[in-house]
T-cell receptor, first 116, second 114 residues
Framework: AQSVTQPDIHITVSEGASLELRCNYS??????LFWYVQSPGQGLQLLLK??????LVQGIKGFEAEFKRSQSSFNLRKPSVHWSDAAEYFC??????????????FGKGTKLSVKP | NAGVTQTPKFQVLKTGQSMTLQCAQD?????MSWYRQDPGMGLRLIHY???????DQGEVPNGYNVSRSTTEDFPLRLLSAAPSQTSVYFC?????????????FGNGTRLTVT
């Protein structure tokens, strides 16, 4: 069955430091992969997505992610974190149900705290 | 541009009561879905719809009903609320099939069942 693992429940980084959030997926075929961000009290917002092609994808707010098939990973990175990046981050994989339709399976999330 | 609108924002129910969580989108999206979010559990899919008149179960459908009479609306019904249904509920919509287009989320309904 398809699944998504985010190994880190909570990460704290200093403002200006680099960031990497880990995501591993289990899926038989080439996956559709997403990163979403959730600010407190809000719904989720798409940061970036990977469907095919270049394995390094750029997203909004200066984030990027790299798809590594050999490691079944889709880690999210940012070179310099800002205090406003404090939020919860969710990795998701698009899973088909055998037809043309499908749904997203979400990881359990990584909460990011930013130290001044 | 309203996007996905959920009402109410907060609700407290007693065990056994029923209620409907409303979700409406104004983007003419075919795909709509309901998730629940619990601490440490991420988001789990309850029900989804790929178009008016079509609904299907997700990962955790028990205790919930849905219908999709129009493209715009996708209400979630709790027939007999239980404390285990205390959660934050998110409605989402997409222009695609549910996996190849980004989901647009509402701001959630926080439900407490006592």
């Amino acid at each position: 069955a398809q699944s998504v693992t985010q190994p880190d429940i909570h990460i704290t980084v200093s403002e200006g430091a680099s960031l990497e959030l880990r995501c591993n997926y289990s899926y038989g075929a080439t996956p559709y992969l997403f990163w979403y961000v959730q600010s407190p009290g809000q719904g989720l917002q798409l940061l970036l997505k990977y469907f095919s092609g270049d394995t390094l994808v750029q997203g909004i707010k200066g984030f990027e992610a790299e798809f590594k098939r050999s490691q079944s990973s889709f880690n999210l990175r940012k070179p310099s974190v800002h205090w406003s990046d404090a939020a919860e981050y969710f990795c998701a994989v698009g899973a088909t149900n055998g037809g043309s339709q499908g749904n997203l399976i979400f990881g359990k999330g990584t909460k990011l705290s930013v130290k001044p | 541009n309203a996007g996905v609108t959920q009402t109410p924002k907060f609700q407290v129910l007693k065990t056994g009561q029923s209620m409907t969580l409303q979700c409406a989108q104004d983007m003419n999206h075919e795909y709509m879905s309901w998730y629940r979010q619990d601490p440490g559990m991420g988001l789990r899919l309850i029900h989804y719809s790929v178009g008016a008149g079509i609904t299907d179960q997700g990962e955790v459908p028990n205790g919930y009903n849905v219908s999709r009479s129009t493209t715009e609306d996708f209400p979630l019904r709790l027939l007999s609320a239980a404390p285990s249904q205390t959660s934050v509920y998110f409605c989402a919509s997409s222009s695609g099939t549910g996996i190849n287009s980004p989901l647009h989320f509402g701001n959630g309904t926080r439900l407490t069942v006592t």
